[in-house]
């Protein structure tokens, strides 16, 4: 049964100091209101809020889009948490503990502008120190920026694999947030194109052909709010940070996703500034 939105219960064990990222500012600080909890992990709690998800981290993190870091000495483990909840006026209750947002981060990175030749040597030498998953054709379609193609490769990728967040999602999370974030900062008018269409491809679709966590991330891609480790990623491809460095950063919060998500950036970034798949 669904908790009552209520201000407060009496009951709880305390309250815990948390950041939270500013994708879900509107959620925290509006109106009460009931989340339900969608599934657990070891490090993660992700929770329906209205359209909305939200996720409580702790332990490493990878600072979620839409996530809230609390420590797991403060909440206990994720997997107890109960079926339901409420959040809002600043706070998220999660059993006996309310959790309050007093610091919150920027999921959106800032990229200066930059020169093509400044990212495409960046882009061969990120190509260099990954092998890229497969990703249905998108790079190919991205660069000869047929709609159909586009179109095509999106579907496909859209809820392809296993796990929380299957590869393919990875895949397009990475190229939304690349076309998202890069093209402006290359200025590049064909960039606001691939994305609206490769948008177009799956976002629609996303509630129904994936999972709730993974949708929710492919939203703020195109909203250019990403992991903090992508968007490292991303700021070093203009020329902010070392490359190398910004790939292990990623690649340490999960082998498996981080490269998927760097094939897709590599597919958005390679065809914005010319260098083939």
Request: aromatic share 2%; with cysteine; net charge negative.
């Amino acid at each position: 049964m669904s908790a009552r939105p209520d201000a407060d219960d009496g009951r709880r064990d305390g309250h815990v100091s948390t950041t939270a990222a500013r994708g879900v500012c509107d959620l925290v600080s509006g109106p009460l209101r009931t989340w339900e909890r969608l599934g657990t992990s070891e490090s993660m709690a992700w929770m329906l809020a209205g359209r909305q998800v939200i996720v409580v981290q702790s332990g490493p993190a990878a600072f979620l889009p839409n996530g809230v870091i609390a420590p797991a000495s403060t909440i206990g483990p994720l997997t107890a948490l109960p079926g339901s909840g409420v959040v809002g006026h600043g706070h998220i209750d999660v059993g006996r503990t309310r959790l309050d947002v007093v610091r919150w981060w920027d999921p959106v990175p800032q990229l200066p502008v930059v020169a093509p030749i400044v990212v495409a040597e960046r882009v061969v030498e990120l190509s260099r120190l990954v092998s890229p998953v497969e990703d249905a054709g998108l790079s190919v379609a991205l660069t000869t920026a047929i709609p159909a193609d586009i179109h095509r490769a999106g579907a496909a990728l859209l809820g392809m694999g296993e796990g929380l967040i299957p590869e393919g999602d990875d895949v397009l999370v990475g190229s939304l947030a690349a076309l998202r974030l890069l093209g402006p900062a290359l200025r590049a008018p064909a960039a606001h194109r691939l994305l609206a269409e490769l948008a177009g491809a799956v976002l629609g679709g996303a509630g129904m052909a994936t999972s709730a966590l993974a949708a929710s991330l492919l939203h703020h891609a195109h909203a250019g709010a990403v992991a903090a480790p992508l968007g490292k990623l991303l700021v070093a491809l203009a020329g902010g940070g070392g490359v190398a460095e910004a790939l292990a950063g990623l690649v340490a919060n999960g082998p498996t996703s981080g490269t998927a998500m760097v094939t897709g950036v590599l597919a958005s970034a390679g065809c914005l500034v010319g260098v083939p798949a």
